[in-house]
């Protein structure tokens, strides 16, 4: 069934994230050969529509406001709001990001619909569109359907591959108008602290420390490491408990779930909270001096030494390597 | 302040996960409250305890649910409600959760409603911000700090990692983050006092609500296991050998670097 779909993009420093990119991807994959509608909400989004229809999107509704420079749930919604009034769509597709997570529910809500939250996959499948997520923290999976009213999901960072961009495509950009008022929740002040450097939900390569890494400075050599590969840091909640380290850093059950495409767990012993948070990334790496920790059991490959030994030699030999590439 | 903490029973986080008939299995587990919802009930009794008024915590669920209601209780909240859908819906969804809440809570007065931002087993985190849109308040989501001033708020709002500032005004709903406070444990004396506390059971006909108002607008057709990972390479020989061979096959094998 050919379906009208309606991709939120999403815009931080002003430029659009990667999972808008891969929202688009799954937009395309749930029009069934219908049409997949960019939306872009903020105060000077216009320029970033290009972007959105050179990976897929074939046309951009964007919905421009001063009082849309910062997310706010309100603001948004009645932005969204009205887009979807003049769009009548058959589905709805966001990241699974702290906008999207936020913003999904108030939609849904306002639509009485159902919403399949942190979908990692999707596919048509006997008649129906089917909608795979972790549950438990990604100790178990299930599939899911829409039995009633509109397609809504909110997709994961980083599992959905975005579709190759092309950038002959082009396609219609139109603005909608929305009143943007009454604005319940004022932002006063953002404090920056996981956004030095690469944002963790998206990295392609993490590096991540445990309570191995003994101490703040502790966490220098991953850092050198996760700049060399243009990588994150995290930690596990060990780290953060003994204030080596931010709690934003902090992946596991409680904490960020992440899927990069390269973990590497440094001094962590491989608590099954912190496996709930990393288990699912495609290739692990651990490196811990306690040949018997739980973390070898979930790793591709392993070395069993001192981290402060390994992590710089990894540093060097990934430098020669990028040098020879 | 007449608060409302919205709480679910979870599995425990040490939980092994097994299948059995399509299911989660249950049998023989150990459950928890939401890590998230203990944040919750924590800052309710912080917030009762510098402004006056009453802590209720609220759960969705089946007469199980009434040990972490009881846990809560001797926590410090007040009073405890179980709706227990046990015998009305067999497949409910985030829909179905928020709008029985919601029909509770609509001529409840709330203040402040406060619910953790996610639960560890379904991991879909829309309750929260769905019964405040149903309700017609605002919210505030993933928060580590809540600061109430008369019937104004001030929020910190965790932003992947990232602190938004919000000022917002009550009556609001928030859901909790990691990092807002520590819960504490039930003291003896409290555990005790608990058993004395309120906890009163409604069913769906108490909300003036059918099964059919209720019905989950999504289905869960299959369950299953991720495929077991295989057990990985240990790098052997001398260390400067293994960091050699370990970048080698990242970048020949693995192909992620």
């Known amino acids: 069934m050919a379906r009208k779909v309606l991709v939120l993009g999403e815009v931080r420093d002003g430029s659009l994230r990667n999972v808008s990119f891969e929202a688009v991807a799954a937009g395309k994959t749930a029009s069934e050969g219908g049409e997949v509608v960019g939306v872009l909400i903020g105060d000077a989004v216009s320029t970033l529509a290009s972007g959105m229809i050179h990976y897929g999107a074939d046309r951009v509704v964007i919905v421009e406001d001063e009082k849309l420079k910062q997310y706010t749930p309100d603001g948004f ?27 999904a529910p108030k939609i849904a809500a306002k639509l009485e619909s159902g919403l399949i939250s942190d979908v990692t996959s999707l596919e048509e499948a006997g008649g129906n569109l089917v909608f795979t997520r972790p549950i438990y923290s990604g100790k178990a999976f299930e599939k899911k359907i829409v039995t009633d009213g509109l397609l809504f999901a909110t997709i994961r960072p980083n599992n959905i591959a975005p579709l190759e961009k092309d950038e002959s495509r082009s ?12 604005l319940r929740t004022i932002i006063k002040e953002v404090v920056r602290k996981a956004s030095e450097g690469v944002d963790l939900s998206e990295a392609k390569v993490i590096i991540a420390g445990g309570r191995g890494v003994k101490s703040e400075e502790g966490f220098e050599p991953l850092k050198e490491l996760a700049s060399v590969l243009n990588g994150a840091v995290g930690a596990s909640r060990g780290a953060c408990d003994a204030d080596y380290c931010d709690y934003s850093l902090q992946i596991g059950q409680t904490g960020k779930v992440v899927t990069p495409d390269l973990y590497i767990a440094c001094g962590i012993s491989g608590a099954i909270q912190h496996l709930a948070g990393m288990s699912n990334s495609k290739v692990i790496v651990a490196i811990n001096k306690d040949p018997e920790a739980n973390i070898f059991k979930v790793a591709d490959y392993g070395i069993v030494g001192d981290l402060f030994e390994v992590v710089p030699l990894l540093t060097e030999e990934f430098k020669k390597l990028k040098v020879n590439a | 302040m007449n608060i409302y903490v919205l709480m679910k029973r979870t ?3 040490e939980e092994k996960i097994t299948i059995s008939g399509g299911k989660i299995n249950e049998d023989g587990a150990e459950f928890i409250i939401n890590p998230y919802d203990e944040y919750a009930i924590e800052e309710a009794i912080q917030v009762r305890d510098a402004n006056g008024g009453e802590v209720t915590v609220v759960s969705v669920g089946t007469e199980e649910a009434e040990k972490q209601l009881r846990t809560a209780l001797a926590m410090g909240a ?9 015998d009305d819906i067999e497949d409910g969804d985030q829909f179905t959760t928020a709008k029985i809440l919601s029909e509770f809570l609509k001529d409840k007065d709330a203040d402040l409603i406060i619910a953790g931002n996610v639960a560890i087993d379904g991991g879909s985190g829309q309750v929260g911000p769905r019964v405040a849109e149903i309700l017609g308040i605002s919210y505030v989501t993933t928060i580590t700090k809540l600061d109430i001033n008369g019937s104004s708020a001030t929020v910190v709002r965790d932003v992947e990692g990232d602190s938004e500032v919000i000022e917002t005004s009550l009556p609001l709903l ?6 807002l406070n520590e819960p504490r444990y039930p003291s003896l004396p409290g555990i005790m006092k608990a ?10 006909d108490d909300l003036d609500l059918d099964e059919d108002d209720v019905e989950a ?16 390479k240990v790098l052997e020989g001398e260390l400067e050998d293994q960091v050699k061979e370990l970048v080698k096959l990242l970048h020949t094998e693995a192909k992620v670097v």
């Open chain 2, 174 to 179: 928030v859901t909790a983050q990691q990092g």
């Open chain 1, 171 to 182: 396609g219609d950009v139109a603005s909608v108008a929305a009143e943007i008022k009454d």
């Open chain 2, 195 to 204: 058993k004395k506390k309120p906890l009163d059971e409604l069913e769906l």
């Open chain 2, 217 to 232: 607008k999504t289905k869960t057709i299959e369950i299953y296991m991720p495929p077991k990972k295989e057990a990985g």
């Open chain 1, 77 to 103: 919604s009645q932005a969204l709001m009205a887009v979807i009034d003049s769009e009548s769509p058959d589905a709805l597709i966001f990241g699974h990001t702290a906008l999207g997570k936020d913003l």
């Open chain 2, 78 to 86: 007040d009073k405890a409600v179980l709706i227990n859908t046990e």
């Open chain 2, 11 to 13: 599995f425990d986080t």
